[in-house]
């Protein structure tokens, strides 16, 4: 089983809302990622969690907060989006960061929140 | 820097035989991915190679020479279904690059009936 889970599908909200995305995975990986991907782009990563601790943040705007709750699931608070954070965005996960297992390291992606920020 | 090259677009008939390359200079290299994106859904793994050569699986086959930077995807006897964006991945291998994937900008694949 390679599912990762996120909610809500699509989410549409206002420029002052607070909003959270969700992720979650049962596999017991312990690497988790957040990206953003635009129409015709390839997915740009956000922040990575190894082992429940930030590990990577890429300069990724403070309205953006990742939060790692527990090894299975990862959140993303959003609040005073801009219309150009509008976009998919993808969680995905896998067995560890360092990909010293080879394919074992495999990242799995979920099925992406469509954010529109109006 | 990390640079990752492919195709933007690619056309193609069903049954037919497609190639899909990607070039790529990296500071270092621990495996590359193909992955497979229909419009608006998520990429899906296809294939992993970190040592040269063919790896096969069922009508898709990833190609890798890491002397020369340069892999393929290829596809057999295509159908429909394969219309898709095809996202090449370079994995870093040290640093502030380990596990990230490095993404092409992906090669939108339509294929005709």
């Known amino acids: 089983d390679t599912e990762v889970t996120q909610t809500p599908k699509h989410l549409v909200m206002g420029m002052t809302n607070k909003k959270s995305l969700k992720c979650e995975q049962h596999?017991?990986?312990?690497?988790m990622y957040w990206y953003k991907q635009k129409a015709k782009k390839p997915p740009e990563l956000m922040f990575v969690?190894?082992?429940?601790?930030?590990?990577i943040n890429e300069s990724v705007p403070s309205r953006f907060s990742p939060e790692c709750p527990n090894s299975s699931l990862l959140n993303l608070h959003l609040h005073a989006l801009q219309p150009e954070d509008s976009a998919l965005y993808l969680c995905?996960?896998?067995?560890?960061?360092?990909?010293?297992?080879?394919?074992?390291?495999?990242?799995?992606f979920g099925p992406g929140t469509r954010l529109t920020v109006l | 820097g990390q640079n990752i090259d492919q195709p933007t677009e690619m056309t193609a008939t069903e049954g037919a035989i497609v190639q899909i390359n990607c070039t790529y200079q990296?500071?270092?290299?621990?495996?590359l991915f193909w992955y497979q994106q229909h419009a608006g859904e998520a990429p899906t793994f296809l294939s992993y190679n970190v040592l040269d050569g063919l790896e096969e699986k069922g009508r898709f086959s990833s190609f890798l020479s890491r002397s020369k930077g340069y892999s393929y995807l290829l596809l057999k006897e295509l159908q429909m279904k394969d219309s898709a964006s095809y996202l090449c991945?370079?994995?870093?291998?040290?640093?502030?690059?380990?596990?990230?994937?490095?993404f092409g900008r992906g090669t939108q694949l339509t294929v005709w009936p």
């Open positions: 990296t500071s270092g290299f621990n495996g």
């Open positions: 596999m017991g990986h312990r690497a």
């Open positions: 969690y190894s082992y429940e601790k930030l590990s």
């Open positions: 995905a996960s896998s067995q560890d960061r360092a990909g010293s297992s080879g394919v074992t390291d495999t990242q799995y």
């Open positions: 991945a370079v994995r870093g291998d040290r640093g502030s690059t380990l596990g990230r994937l490095y």
